[in-house]
């Protein structure tokens, strides 16, 4: 069942509602005119009743319009963190090309250090985004690098999360015309991540067997 956001028209109707019930609750208390109708309700707990009713109506209001905050509040949260994640990626990614591209020594330890936060937030983009991929593991997926091929490595992530990252399906709308090529980049996006995942996993573990 979908949620409803309550407006300020919803609300309205609600206190109408609860004014119509205190309304009818005096009115029945005080009877009709003197001669005519029937003899007045003189019981004191059907006004308490009907007040009663109008106040948990009320209350259960509130309450939804609390979770439904709650709720907005936390969809934000998830799309900030989102974005700080995919953004911080970028950087780090960067980071690392711009070393490679000059040909600096290699830093073991700030190696270390960018691997371990990318394979911290590809794994939370991965829990956002409820990535799904068949993990199709091979002998080499449990191979450690050698010292030689650390360099590879750091360029074959940089490749990684290109493509990842410039992947259409996480840049633009979905085309109702175009649905079968939407589920076709967004399960190469789901595989990107694990890989860039996986990767930096081995990176991280050669850079700290080495510095």
């Known amino acids: 069942m979908k949620s409803r956001r309550f407006t300020i ?17 005096q009115t029945l208390a005080q009877g009709p005119p003197s001669g005519q109708g029937q003899p007045a309700n003189n019981n004191p707990s059907f006004g308490d009743r009907a007040r009663a009713n109008g106040e948990e109506g009320l209350r259960k209001v509130e309450l939804n319009a609390v979770a439904e905050t709650e709720s907005q509040k936390s969809v934000e949260a998830a799309i900030k963190n989102v974005k700080e994640d995919f953004t911080r990626i970028q950087v780090l990614r960067n980071d690392i090309a711009r070393s490679l591209v000059a040909k600096k020594p290699v830093d073991y330890n700030l190696v270390s250090q960018q691997a371990a936060e990318i394979i911290k937030r590809a794994k939370e983009l991965k829990i956002y985004m409820m990535a799904r991929v068949i ?22 992530l940089c490749k990684l999360i290109d493509s990842f990252t410039e992947n259409p399906a996480l840049k633009k709308t979905v085309n109702m015309a175009d649905v079968d090529k939407a589920k076709t980049d967004r399960a190469k996006a789901d595989k990107d991540l694990l890989a860039i995942i996986q990767l930096s996993e081995k990176i991280r573990n050669k850079a700290d067997s080495l510095k």
């Open 9 to 25: 028209s919803d609300l309205r109707l609600v206190f109408a509602g609860v004014f119509v019930i205190a309304l009818a609750s």
């Open 135 to 156: 993990e199709n593991k091979t002998a080499s997926d449990h191979v450690a690098l050698k010292n030689e091929e650390l360099i590879g490595a750091l360029v074959n």
